[in-house]
Every structure is written in structure tokens, then in C-alpha cells.
């Protein structure tokens, strides 16, 4: 019955798992309107094993779970049988194929009929010898090899009226050797860059092994997979020996050819990887044929001599067992080192140090208080709030031109669609009302002229349903005119001197003068710093209640509650107090909701105000990464210079970012990496300039770190440099050179108090066991060609305030109810955190109550206005400060209360009330001592901090450098945060923040169409979504990781001598980019390359493939136009 619907409706589209329809009909728009689904279809589950071949039989509709399955038990019931090889290869595949949901619908027949050119499993049933079984009604049933059955990109020999009935797998022979391969971005989840099957069958002969077969499958070299002919040939009949290898790699590189603009990209990669399998391959065979020479077959040949530091080749961390990870945290909960606010210090100043030594709950690792909520589903987001009666929805219409003048907008299409209510475009709303930004104004809500980066907000549909606007938004016309050369990355805007405002400088000592020395010891050179996607789990979001005479309620996910009520108002043209934002937890936002949310939340606004109708909009994933920005790219030039001793003399640094179409925060970004160019180092002669370069691509924005990570990731490169030039190991030249406790002044002139960091090397050194494991990492590489270890140990600090001194300031309302209870609301968000957890901590020390009688509802304007954004890792000081200052006045109110009580709280509260006591309190606090003015000369600008938060790391990692592939052995880290709010909170925010930094330095990469990426459309996104971005995976996480706070190192210059978290570990990730670096120059030394090298961040597998130098991958890479692999900086 099915093969008789499939002839009466050829057209429809069969089904298995939905894994593939779901794509296309989301994102590529495509419209199916019968799909027939396969998996009830009793004779589609046929799974066996042929009894008399051992062949593999697998239904139609087999899932690949099952598949996996019951491949296991097979091979368990015969583990060591030469038939199972083949299996053993495919079950490879499946392990890192796609994810366990996926696997668990997803049929094999699925896959195959959709012929992805990166499929992981068509090269292993291609190499196999595989073939398909088609079914069609009436006909009978036709064999077709998997080899012959890809045509063309996605096109298969198979009729309209045909379907997969079953795939047949023949089983392998004695001395019959299949090895399949898999290198991707990711190892979990990941589609691969290059995959490939390799299948050889020898025989014994005189003079070693004789190759009788030999066969190939590639995929991701060409728009389908493909067989290396020229490989197989060359094999053909010859022994299987080194010498016959040479050749087999000439046509290899002769079979798998990659022009630079392949799509995709990575050419010298791709073909370096196709190579490398096959050196792989030929070692893995060689050893097992000496395995079965060794088990019990003495009369067989000797198989080829595989030297013992060539046995690191078999190796792949793809098919090794991952080990079992274990953790370990380390904290203290100290005494003492309270505080006052303002309202009870003596001084009358904030941070006024009391005798108590008691601190609880202020200190306990009390457990967040929405995390069962949120595990459980049960915690709401934007998108959860029930609509309200005759909501609206709203998607936007974005520009598809990265610079172009706007001839015309026709909408008329759009407003045909049923459920369709509106259309508004930049003609709708005022000149001035079109203008934002977060400092300059130079952004409009709706695009009404040009366009200067794709992805830019031209005009909004409002419809009933979701689903109504968003293909309604895709039939709105837009005519443009393009305009002028393209300015897309940084080098562009070098070349054309595109640069938005000043540029920002610092200047300390005599560079010049000590470049110049004749016994200085100088290095010139450059990095690239790719941009970071935010990937919060909740995408922005806004749903607006209109309410009587112009009120507007915002329900939103934003960092920023004040801007947006600030410029939901200008749109709307009312007045800020009839606009308020509520804003109750965020689905992460590390900065990427400081600013763009205002885009979303504004013009869900305009549209609800108009139609006086709700209006809620929930970006999808790909809308989001295309409009919101990213981390800046960075790109560093460097002049350095040490004494023979390795003390440092001289920095000359030029930094340049690309900041996008517009400003957005960019100036104070680029100037907290000119603060960070020292990272830990005492520098005397400095000279520093940070260059802001205006792009034709999406205003990139805040994120965690806020150019800091920037600024410190080159300042280790060019010591990284000094110390190849010195002849010295990089840990030697920093521990030189690290800040000391007291009198040492940064390079803006700000002198440092309390300095830990060289207690902290120290101790971090020796718990490391630093010294040890680098004479272990220098054995262990000389032991192994293909294997390499490497292991960094970093420093960090970290400034904690705004640099905008006006934004160091914190609200915070305090209520005490007549039951005894507590609701505190202050100005920061709550964004996975734990601010809330750390704010009802303070509330309930200050207050000598229970913690679980304080709650923090939400954070909104109409309680705490005119707030800063939750960013700069200073919420916890600042609104803890606030809550402290509150509460400290209602203490005083109830103090005469308390001690008619007896100190019972509950009953001195209801006393009080009844005595016609206020029992609400407004708290403030702002930042005492700081503010920066870059307008005035170096010595006078002020102190940008209020303090400096510190950590290091020591990172050990293993790289595979024949495909690239790392993994992190052993991260140590330690953290000061003086006296800690809440350890367990702040050692969560550690791993995570490392982990994040690991990302950016190691495998988050940003693609925009530009000259490095020839086979983009120049201009575009690549990178919007999952299937092109990859964040860390649980198998990205270290082996072994260790998280310790410092002891004894009270901070007295915030809440309680606590230091803040948020964003100073984020740079110990680049302890694995540091390491990695270290494991590549192993590599290289072992293919003769000494000296120092460049190489990019983030360093995916394909830069530390490329780097490692090998003959091979200098083979390839020597025809590169590029000399290094491209990337979107």
C-alpha cells in the first residue's frame, strides 16, 4: 500500500524521523503538501544478519539508534571475527553521528535518499561494497550500488516513484581491513568537514602483503561522496609497504583537487585531512597485520615495520573511549569582613569594615534559588507568558544587501496574507523617533534610506499568528540600488582608513627610546581574534501590553530594563513614565542583551502603541545570531621588547576591532582592551592605540569581558614571542615580570593595592604540579610522531567598575511586610547568575533573617528606575551595596522594636507597623573614587577601577596532529574573589566563564562573506545557527578539572570584601589556546620548523592541523594564496 501511494502521489515527500523535512521546510521555505511516513511499515524494520554471508540487512525504516544497537550486540557476540570489521566501521560513524535524539528517529534509507555530500555514513557503505534495494509498485525490485547511486549534488538514481526498501551490507573477509573517519568543528554533534571509509583486502605473498582491493569513499570533497580512483589504482596489486605509499598520495592529491573559493572553504585542510586519513589507515593495517602474524599465525609474512612513535597515529579521539571526567572544587568559608553602608558607618563612607565575624548565610554555598525551577521546565521566560486577548505577532523584514540605497518598499503582498494586520516601515514613525543608540545616535529602528549591513530592520508585519508574519515578512518587496566598494573586515577598513571617532591612546615612559637599545631584546608580529556569538538558550524576545492613556507595559529579555523603557518611549513618542519594562529572569545573556534587545523590544512597542493591541515578537535562532552582533573581532600589531634577563622594557601596540555599521559600545570596548595590554606584567615604557573600524556587517556589541579578553590574549602573544626569541620558557618570562603586592602602577597610571598574583603563580605552580608534568609533556611528545601535549600556566586581572563613571551607580527597594517577610527589588537582571541568590544572601544577613523569608520577584522601572545594565561584573557590588544601605534604614527604624522584642524580627515587625512605622526602604549606592577622562593628559585621567580581580590558570591539552582534533587533559584554576557571597555560585560562575573562553579561543568561529571567504556572497552571515556555530560540548570539557579560590585575600573595596566573577575568568579559557600552541610547536619541531610562529584565535582543529608543518600539510598549504587559514576578523 505504500509502494502504490508513493506511484499515485509521486510528488510526496516519504518521512522517517522528520530530521531533514524539518530543515527545509523552516529554513529553506521549501512546501510539502503530502508527506507519507515510513516508519509503521512493518516490512521497512527488517535488521539482521544474512546467517549464510554475514551480510547486514537493514530495513528501510530502521532508525539509527536501533541500527547502532543492534550493531553493538553483533559485535559483541563475535568481537574478535573478521566479518564484524565492517560493522566496527560503521558503528564508528554512528556513535558521532548526529545527536542521540536525532539517532533515536532518523532512519539510515533517509539519509542515504537525501545525499549529502558530508554524509557520515555514505562513505562507509560506499567503500563497503553496500547496495539498495528500490521498490516501486508494479515493478520489480531494483538493485542499485551505493556507489553508483549519487548523481549529482542531491541527486540520486532513484524514480520518482521509488523508495529505499532495505540496504544491504556485505560482511568482510579474512585479512580484509576497514578503518572509517570523522573530523569535524565538534566531536559532539557535528557534521563532519571530511569524512571518509577506507577498505583494503590483502594476501600474503612472498614478499610481504600484496593488495588485491583496495577502495575509497570521501565525502565532504566534492558535491557528493566520491571514490578515490587514482588512489584505488595506484594500490592495486602492490605491497603493502611504505615505499608504496608515496605514490598512493600523489593520487590521492591528483583525485580530491580544491580550488580556495571550494564552498565551504578550508581547501588545504580538506585535502591535508584526506592524507592524513590515509597515513592513519596504512599504520592502523600495518599493525594489525603484525597483531595476527603475533596471535598464532607465525607463518604469515612480517607485516610493514611500524616505528613505536608511529603507533601515535592510529590514535583518534573519535573512537578511544572518552574517560571519565571528574572535577574537584576547593573554597573556604572565611569569618569576618562585613561591612556598612553609608547610612550606619561612622565615616559616613560605604564599605566601612564591622567587628562581627559572623557572615551567614552571607558566604554559605547556598544553591541558586530558581535552579529546580529551571531544571524542571517550570521557570517562565518571555516566551512562556500567556498570551493576552487579541494578541499580535510580529517578524521583522531585514535587509538582504550589506550597502545599498532603498528604491522602494512594497508590502502589498504581504498585506494580502490572511491574518495580516499591519505593515510598518520607517515612513510610519518620525525622524527623530527612528534614531538610537546606546552612546551615539547613529542607528535607526527601521531603515529609511540606506542600508549599511545586511540583516538591518527595513519595515515590521504584524499578524495574527506567528506563522502568518513570518511568511508575510518574506513577500515584502524590496528594490535596491548598491552602492560603492564594500568595507567588510578589518583589513578593508585599514585599507580605507574607515574608522568611527578618535583614536584612543595611553602612553607611559619612553618606548621609543627603549626599542632602540642596543642590548633590547625586540619582536615584531600580529594576531587575529575572531568574534563570538552570544548562543544564550533564550533568543530576545518581547511581548508589549498597551494599557490606558499611552501605558505600555515591556515584558522582555534584556539586560538593560532602562534603555528599554528610555527608547521604547522615543519610538512611541510618550513620555518615559508611561512606559514600563518588567524583566524577570533571562535564558543567558553574557552582554548580548545590553544593547540589541532594544531593537526587538522598541519595535514590538511602535507596533502595540498604533494598533493598541498586544505585540509580542520571539526571534528565531537564525534572525537572532544575523542581527544582535557579536563579540568585536580583533586584530593586534606589536612591537615588544625585553632585556637579555627577560625583564621586560618596552610595548608598542596598535589594536584594531571591527565594530560593525554603528558604534554601540565599541569605544568603551576598545579601551578595556588598551586597559588590559599589560595583563599581569609590569611594563615600564608603554604605548598603546586602539582603532575602531566601521564595517558593512552587524553592529558587534558587549560580551563577556568587554574587550578585556581581547587586550590580554595579546598581551601573551607578544610574550609568547619574546620569550622563543629569549630562549626561555614563556611561564619563566611572566613569572619575571608579574605585578608585585603593593607600589606597582599600571600603564594608566593607576597603582595597584593588594596584588595577589604572585602568591597566586605561585601557589597555582606548585598544586599544578607545573614543574613535573612539563618534563612528563617533553617525554611524552618525544615518545609519539603524531601525538603532542602541551601545558600553559597564565595570569589574569581584571578592572571591575564602568568606565563611564556615571554608570556606577545602583538602586534597590526594600519592603518588609507584616508577616515578617521580605521583597527586595533592585535595579541588576537576573540572568542565570545568581544575583537574585546573592542579593536575598545580603538582604538576610543585614536583617538577621532567614533567607528563604526574603524573595526578589523581578526587576522593573516602576520600582528601581533609571538603572545601569546588568554587565561589567559589577551588579553584586553595586546592588548589594544599595540592598545594604536599605536595609541599614530599616534596621534603624526598628531598632527600638527589636529590643522591645526580645529580637524576635516577626514580632517587632508587626509592633512597628502598627506604631505607624515606615516599613519600606530606597537604598542607593554609587562607586566612590573612580572615573576616567580619555580627552585629558595620561597622568590625569583618573582611576577607571575600583578595584582588580585576579585568577590563574594552568591548562594541559593533547592534540591529534594529523586531523587537528584537541582535547583539554587537566585545567587548574584559582580565583581570587577575596570573601566570597556564595562559593558555590562563584566556582559555577568559573567553569563556566573557562568554558566560554575556551570556545571563543578554540572553536567558535563567526563567518561573514568577505575577501578570506571567496565562497560566501560578500556581505552575508554564514554562521546563524548550530549547524554553522559551534559552542563546547560536555566532551569539550577538561578531563580533569580543579576550581579553587584563594584564601585570606579579603577585598576591601566591595560588598561584604567579596571581588566580583562574572567576567574575569573568561580569559583563563586562552590557558587552553596557550597550551595548544605549545603541543603545535612540538609538532613542528618534530618536521624541522624552530622559532616562533603565528597562529589565530579561535585555533580550531583546522588551524592546528595546518600549523604542525608536516610534509603533508605543507604540501597543501604551500599553494594557499593565504599564508595562514582564513578567518572573519
Keep these: 500500500s505504500l509502494l502504490a501511494l508513493k506511484r499515485a502521489l509521486p510528488e510526496a515527500k ?70 564484524t570489521r565492517g560493522l566496527r566501521a560503521i558503528l564508528d560513524m554512528l556513535h558521532w553521528f548526529a545527536s542521540t535524539q536525532i539517532r533515536n528517529v532518523a532512519a539510515l534509507a533517509g ?60 560482511a568482510t573477509s579474512k585479512f580484509e581491513f576497514v578503518k572509517s573517519f570523522k573530523q569535524c568543528k565538534r566531536r559532539d554533534d557535528d557534521i563532519s568537514i571530511v569524512n571518509a571509509c577506507l577498505r583494503v583486502r590483502l594476501s600474503p605473498v612472498a614478499d610481504g602483503w600484496r593488495v588485491d582491493e583496495f577502495h575509497s569513499a570521501f565525502g565532504g570533497m566534492a558535491p557528493t561522496t566520491v571514490r578515490a580512483t587514482r588512489l584505488e589504482s595506484a594500490l592495486q596489486g602492490k605491497v603493502w609497504a611504505e615505499a608504496s605509499m608515496e605514490a598512493a598520495h600523489a593520487a590521492l592529491a591528483e583525485d580530491l583537487p580544491l580550488p580556495e573559493n571550494v564552498p565551504g572553504g578550508m581547501a588545504a585542510y580538506r585535502q591535508t585531512l584526506a592524507g592524513s586519513y590515509l597515513l592513519k589507515f596504512y599504520t592502523m593495517v600495518s599493525l594489525e597485520l603484525a597483531a595476527e602474524r603475533l596471535g598464532g599465525a607465525p607463518d604469515l609474512p612480517p607485516a610493514p615495520a611500524v616505528t613505536a612513535r608511529d603507533v601515535s597515529a592510529t590514535r583518534s579521539f573519535l573512537s578511544e573511549p572518552h574517560p571519565i571526567t571528574s572535577g574537584a572544587q576547593r573554597f573556604s568559608v572565611p569569618s569576618g569582613g562585613l561591612q556598612r553602608s553609608s547610612v550606619s558607618a561612622a565615616s559616613g563612607k560605604d564599605h566601612e569594615p564591622t567587628e562581627e565575624t559572623e557572615r551567614a548565610p552571607v558566604g554559605q554555598p547556598l544553591q541558586h534559588v530558581a535552579a529546580l525551577s529551571q531544571c524542571t521546565g517550570e521557570a517562565q521566560y518571555v516566551d512562556d507568558l500567556p498570551s493576552h486577548r487579541d494578541t499580535l505577532h510580529a517578524a521583522f523584514v531585514l535587509s538582504a544587501r550589506p550597502h545599498a540605497r532603498l528604491v522602494a518598499v512594497n508590502a502589498s503582498k504581504a498585506e494580502a496574507v490572511p491574518g495580516v ?46 506563522e502568518a508574519a513570518q511568511r508575510a515578512a518574506t513577500l515584502v518587496e524590496v528594490q535596491y540600488e548598491d552602492l560603492g566598494d564594500l568595507v567588510l573586515d578589518i583589513k578593508d577598513a585599514i585599507r580605507t582608513k574607515n ?115 498586544p505585540v509580542r515578537i520571539n526571534l528565531d535562532r537564525d534572525v537572532d545570531m544575523w542581527i544582535t552582533g557579536t563579540r568585536h573581532p580583533f586584530y593586534g600589531k606589536y612591537r615588544a621588547a625585553a632585556g637579555p634577563d627577560g625583564l621586560l622594557r618596552a610595548l608598542d601596540l596598535e589594536l584594531y576591532c571591527n565594530a560593525g555599521f554603528s558604534m554601540d559600545l565599541t569605544e568603551p570596548i576598545i579601551g578595556r582592551a588598551l586597559f588590559h595590554s599589560d595583563n599581569c606584567y609590569k611594563i615600564p615604557n608603554v604605548r598603546v592605540k586602539g582603532y575602531m573600524c566601521q564595517t558593512n556587517t552587524a553592529s558587534n556589541t558587549a560580551f563577556r569581558g568587554f574587550g578585556g579578553p581581547q587586550g590580554l590574549i595579546v598581551a601573551e602573544a607578544w ?66 610522531r603524531w601525538r603532542k601535549r602541551g601545558i600553559a600556566l597564565l595570569p589574569t586581572k581584571f578592572g571591575i567598575s564602568f568606565t563611564a563613571k556615571f554608570m556606577n551607580q545602583a538602586g534597590a527597594l526594600v519592603h518588609i511586610y507584616t508577616d515578617g517577610t521580605v521583597l527586595v ?73 527589636l529590643e522591645k522584642a526580645g529580637g524576635n524580627f516577626k514580632s517587632a515587625v508587626h509592633a512597628a507597623f502598627f506604631d505607624r512605622c515606615d516599613l519600606s526602604a530606597h537604598g542607593f549606592y554609587k562607586t566612590p573614587d573612580i572615573g576616567y577622562d580619555w580627552t585629558k593628559p595620561d ?50 560562575q568559573i567553569e563556566g566563564a573557562f568554558m566560554q573562553g575556551v570556545g571563543w579561543t578554540m572553536i567558535e568561529e563567526t563567518m561573514w562573506g568577505c575577501d578570506e571567504f571567496p565562497w560566501l556572497r560578500p556581505g552575508t552571515c554564514h554562521t546563524r545557527g548550530p549547524g554553522t556555530y559551534k559552542i563546547p560540548s560536555f566532551n569539550d570539557v577538561p578531563i580533569d ?37 605549545a603541543a603545535i610547536a612540538a609538532a613542528r619541531a618534530d618536521a624541522g620548523l624552530t622559532g616562533h610562529f603565528t597562529v589565530d584565535s579561535p585555533l580550531t582543529p583546522e588551524r592546528i592541523r595546518m600549523a604542525c608543518g608536516d610534509n603533508i600539510a605543507s604540501k597543501f598549504a604551500a599553494k594557499c594564496s593565504r599564508p595562514r587559514p582564513s578567518g572573519f576578523w
Design 14 to 83: 516519504l518521512i522517517g524521523g522528520n530530521s531533514e523535512v524539518g530543515i527545509e521546510t523552516k529554513f529553506k521555505h521549501l512546501h510539502y503538501p503530502v508527506m507519507i511516513s515510513t516508519a509503521a511499515v512493518p516490512e521497512l524494520q527488517q535488521l539482521c544478519l544474512d546467517p549464510a554471508t554475514g551480510a547486514l540487512v537493514v530495513g528501510g525504516a530502521v532508525t539509527l539508534a536501533r541500527l547502532e544497537h543492534f550493531i553493538e550486540m553483533s559485535i559483541s557476540e563475535q568481537p574478535q571475527h573478521e566479518r
Design 111 to 170: 539519509n542515504i535518499a537525501t545525499a549529502s555530500p558530508i554524509s557520515d555514513l555514505n562513505p562507509v557503505l560506499m567503500a563497503l561494497g553496500a547496495s539498495l534495494t528500490l521498490g516501486a509498485a508494479g515493478a520489480a525490485p531494483r538493485e542499485v550500488l551505493v556507489r553508483e547511486f549519487f548523481k549529482k549534488y542531491r541527486t540520486v538514481d532513484m524514480k520518482p516513484e521509488e523508495m529505499i526498501c532495505s540496504v544491504h551490507v556485505p
Design 421 to 466: 494586520v499591519a505593515f510598518f516601515s520607517a515612513k510610519d514613525i518620525g525622524e527623530k523617533e527612528n534614531k538610537w543608540g546606546p552612546a551615539l545616535y547613529d542607528e535607526e529602528f527601521f531603515r529609511r534610506d540606506t542600508v549599511t549591513s545586511t540583516g538591518q530592520p527595513i519595515g515590521l508585519v504584524v499578524a495574527d499568528t506567528q
Design 499 to 613: 574608522f568611527l571617532g578618535k583614536v584612543l591612546t595611553q602612553e607611559d615612559g619612553d618606548v621609543d627610546t627603549a626599542l632602540k637599545a642596543p642590548d633590547a631584546v625586540v619582536v615584531e608580529g600580529e594576531i587575529r581574534l575572531g568574534g563570538q556569538e552570544h548562543f544564550y538558550l533564550e533568543t530576545c524576545s518581547a511581548h508589549v501590553v498597551p494599557g490606558e492613556n499611552d501605558e505600555l507595559t515591556i515584558y522582555t529579555s534584556t539586560q538593560t530594563p532602562m534603555k528599554t523603557q528610555k527608547f521604547a518611549a522615543s519610538a512611541c513618542g510618550i513620555p518615559y513614565s508611561k512606559v514600563v519594562c518588567r524583566m524577570k529572569r533571562m535564558g543567558g545573556g553574557f552582554g548580548g542583551k545590553e544593547t540589541r534587545t532594544v531593537i526587538i523590544s522598541s519595535a514590538a512597542a511602535l507596533a502595540a502603541h498604533r494598533l493598541r493591541r
Design 719 to 784: 610574550l609568547e614571542h619574546l620569550a622563543t626569541e629569549l630562549k626561555m620558557r614563556p611561564e619563566e618570562v611572566r613569572a619575571k615580570n608579574l605585578y608585585a603586592f603593593e607600589g606597582d602602577r599600571t600603564h594608566f597610571f593607576q597603582t595597584l593595592e593588594r596584588c595577589p598574583v604572585q602568591r597566586m603563580w605561585k601557589e597555582l605552580a606548585e598544586s599544578s604540579e607545573l614543574a613535573a608534568r612539563a618534563v612528563g609533556i617533553e617525554r611524552f611528545n618525544a615518545e609519539n
Design 825 to 897: 527589588t533592585h535595579g541588576g537582571t537576573e540572568m542565570g547568575q545568581g544575583l537574585h541568590t546573592k542579593m536575598q544572601q545580603v538582604t538576610a544577613r543585614a536583617l538577621r533573617i532567614p533567607v528563604e523569608d526574603v524573595h526578589i520577584r523581578e526587576t522593573a522601572t516602576d520600582t528601581v528606575p533609571n538603572s545601569s545594565p546588568t554587565a561589567a561584573s559589577a551588579s553584586s557590588d553595586m546592588y548589594g551595596m544599595a540592598i545594604l544601605n536599605a536595609c541599614e534604614q530599616l534596621n534603624e527604624r526598628l531598632q527600638p522594636y
Design 939 to 988: 597622568q590625569e585621567r583618573g582611576r577607571p577601577f575600583n578595584y582588580f580581580t585576579y585568577g590563574a590558570a594552568c591548562a594541559e591539552v593533547e592534540v591529534d596532529a594529523l586531523t587537528g582534533d584537541m582535547r583539554i587533559l587537566r585545567a587548574d584554576l584559582l580565583m581570587d574573589l577575596g570573601n566570597s557571597l556564595n562559593p558555590a555560585i562563584d566556582v559555577g
Design 1041 to 1077: 578539572m580543579r576550581v579553587t579560590l584563594l584564601k585570606d585575600s579579603a577585598n576591601p573595596n566591595a560588598i561584604h570584601s567579596s571581588r566580583a566573577v562574572g567576567e574575569p575568568p573568561f580569559f583563563l579559557g586562552a590557558s587552553a589556546f596557550f597550551a595548544a600552541r
